[in-house]
């Protein structure tokens, strides 16, 4: 049993900060790559940053100069550090990991069961 907890969110001003964090916990044999997505009320999940087991990153337009990914692949957690937030990155927020289980030929994908963010004007 593989399992992706996404931890923080919550309610934060215009222009205030937050973190999110992501522990994959269970038999899990090794970490690939990781990311954040999130969907808004009636809108698509969208992506929001990625980060390769070598700590390569991607981000969005969106987000880009404000959101910062990062890995401890010890620890098997992943960060989303989120600077100058507006009321547009209102959304849950989900993690997702592609995970070898032990015993497993191939890496699947994981996601968290998601968090809220709410950036209030």
């Known amino acids: 049993q593989v399992q992706l907890v996404g931890l923080g969110g919550g309610l934060v001003q215009a222009g205030g900060s937050l973190s999110l964090s992501c522990v994959a916990s269970?038999?899990?044999?090794?970490?690939?790559?990781m990311g954040w997505y999130r969907q808004a009320t009636g809108k698509q999940r969208e992506l929001v940053a990625t980060i390769t087991s070598g700590g390569s990153t991607n981000y969005a337009d969106s987000v880009k100069g404000r959101f910062t990914i990062s890995a401890d692949n010890a620890k098997k957690t992943m960060y989303l550090q989120m600077n100058s937030l507006k009321p547009e990155d209102t959304a849950v927020y989900y993690c997702?990991?592609?995970?070898?289980?032990?015993?497993?030929?191939?890496?699947?994908?994981?996601w968290g069961q998601g968090t809220q963010v709410t950036v209030s004007s």
């Open positions: 269970g038999s899990l044999f090794s970490l690939n790559a």
């Open positions: 997702t990991a592609q995970i070898r289980r032990y015993g497993s030929g191939g890496f699947a994908n994981y």
